[in-house]
């Protein structure tokens, strides 16, 4: 690989090789999400499911910057963002999306972009760190601790992120949709706080699995 080759056309190659990329712990792991958060989409549009913008929850303005600035290289048919629609929110989502926002870095456009991102992913079936096309939980858990602080240190018993996102939905609008008088006492106890694993897409595509 060329050193001057961008992180995510290298992950979309290695990814479509079925390899393991490189990250540069230190100043890469930003770019890293952004890529696998990509390369997640684009199995999406590819099948037809949905639109670059619609995938990832940014505007075209925003999603034209994250590629321009960031992957410059990367050119993808599939992400054409001049024809895409401008993304639609429920009020699931933007209640979650004001939830990160309110516990973001202050005058940080990163994670007000990862807050936007992570909301719509976070409305896909899976464990939050695969919705985003991450290697395992604990990537997702460094996100979130570095762009969301105050939210991240909230999650004292390490809660499964999407629980506990609607944990803090809740309390902030006075109530509980929990009746159990507490976590300890709760016959669903592993709903809330079992395992978050499970492959990850890029474990799937190592291992020769189809993916769905």
Known sequence: MEVQRPVFAYHYTSLAAGQWPSINAETGFDQHVLACVLSRALDEIEAGETTATEAIGLSCAELRNVLIHSFPLARFKALVVDEAPEPELDMEEELLRDLLLGHARPSDATSARFAKIIARRAMRSD????????????????????HFPTLAAG?????????????????????????????RECNDFDACFGAEDGESRLARLKNGADLV
């Open 155 to 183: 999650n004292t018993n390490n809660m499964k992120w999407k629980k506990y996102f609607y944990r803090k939905l809740c309390e902030a609008e006075g109530f509980s949709l929990c009746t159990a008088p507490s976590c």
């Open 127 to 146: 464990h939050l760190w695969q919705d985003l096309g991450l290697f395992s939980r604990g990537e997702l858990n460094r996100l979130l601790a570095t």
